[in-house]
């Protein structure tokens, strides 16, 4: 099905209104570094809880989840289920601390607590995760996914659509900063999830026996039962490319193991994720913001991962088996490994009818821009504010600082556009970022919890918790690599890896501090106290509701 004129009508006014948008908001704004980098402190709520999903749903989900859910199934929802709960860690125990310190960035902290020499190591290293991973990452999949469902996924618009998708970026976010980054992205969530729900009902539609999507549904779930798991035991599901599906989802460890490294580490100390709450106009707008994000992360499931599980099914024999007489020609590489993540283009090509598939291309597109446009909003303000502003700037300067942060983000743009063509074949690369994002996070986040939380926590305790936790992560890499015979190393999935890392460095961290201290508090510690985490009944009412949602779907699903 081709992608006719309608389509592109809709996809080009899309553009065009998000760009509008996102100019109108910024024309009255101020040239200050508040104005620029925290939207003046203004944003209400409800822009928080969309800027918030908006930012974190990409072409990462979007691609990559739904490419896990084509390869292992539901269990891959844990990363959904689970940071709704971690919101409500993050909106009462880490938000309250933050907006009381008055902090542009997660750096910031760092210097405050500990010291500007650490704060400057993890400024830097900061900038290039976003710039060498997240941003380079996003665009390769989005250039990917558009290529596959406007083209022949041949590659041969690969090219025009990352340009594209960075010049889209760009023409708002470079001007206006976080406010038109978080203002167009109430109108971007709207869409990817109204998008979203469209491709997942067409494609019930298509599996059912009478256009019923109850129906449809039911297929699914008689066809692939056990892709509706979400506890994995070892050897219960195999990836298509016959990889295990237990050493990346391994058990009873997405509740109470690894994955909360992760996603504390990113919802908690993310910058490009936790800007936005720090622009609001008090903690208690940032918190109901929370709670919103939160409920739409308990939907998100939905759009980005049943979609995959769809797809699986319908490129399957009636024994769940992948073959040439069943599947699409597109869903191979060249060597004959399975392209998990053609799962979403190949359902948006195959099903969504003309005018529709126009507005979930719109939809998709949202997911990937209003990432990107955060993405360099952030790197901006990191450098802008953690590097540049202590170190370079010669006079105090509003302006200066603006236009410094407008030009890093229109550099980071450039060197993401050059080095993403260079990644290819990754299969799951969902799953791909969040092993190899594994290895760094968990010192970060042991550096962050004890110094939120611990007081006697010293700065050279800090520093060496960063450095000890990568030979740490090493450590566990290195088996999987050609030494898992040696009875010196040990095979893990990777979550364990990260939840044992983040133990061992807060540990090291832990007695490096009493030998340095001699149990004292240390000067910089964060005196805490009851009141600091009182959180309104709202919040209250609203984080119970999504307890009892995220418990009862892991009871149905188990």
Known sequence: ???????????????????GIGLWVSRNKGGTSEDYFLAGKSLPWWAIGASLIAANISAEQFIGMSGSGFAIGLAIASYEWMAAITL?????????????????????????????NLKTILAVFWIALFVFVNLTSVLYLGATALDAIMGTGDGSLFMYSMLGLALFAAAYSLYGGLSAVAWTDVLQVVLLVFGGLVMTYYGLVEVSDNGNIINGMVNVYEAVPKKFSMILEKGEIFTPNGQDAWWDLPGIAVLIGGMWVANLYYWGFNQYIIQRTLAAKSLRESQKGIIMAGYLK??????????????????????????????????????????NDNATPWLIREFIPTGFKGLVLAALAAAIVSSIASMLNSTATIFTMDIYKPYFQRKDSEKGLVRVGRLTAALALVIAVLLAPQLADLG??????????????????AVF???????????????????????????FKVAPNGWSDSSLFVELPFMHQMMITWILTMLFMVVISLIEGKGKNHEKSIVITRSLFKTSPAFNIGAFGILVITAALYAIFW
């Open 1 to 19: 099905m081709e992608f006719a004129l309608l389509d592109q009508i809709i996809f080009a006014a899309y553009a065009l209104l998000i760009i």
């Open 449 to 475: 919890i004890l110094g939120l939380f611990w007081r006697k926590t010293t700065n050279s305790a800090a520093i060496w918790g960063v450095l000890i936790s990568i030979p740490i992560a090493f450590y």
């Open 428 to 445: 799951q690369v969902f799953q791909y970022i969040q092993e190899y994002t594994g290895v760094v996070s968990p010192g970060i986040l």
């Open 298 to 339: 308990l939907l998100l499931p939905l759009i980005v991962v049943v979609p995959g599980i769809i797809a699986f099914v319908l490129n399957t024999s009636p024994e769940g088996v992948l073959g040439p007489e069943y599947t699409d020609p597109t869903f191979f590489s060249q060597s004959g490994r399975v392209i």
């Open 88 to 116: 409500i860690v993050v909106g009462k125990y880490f938000l309250p601390i933050f907006i009381e310190k008055k902090l542009y960035t997660i750096p910031e902290f760092v210097e405050v607590r500990y010291s500007t």
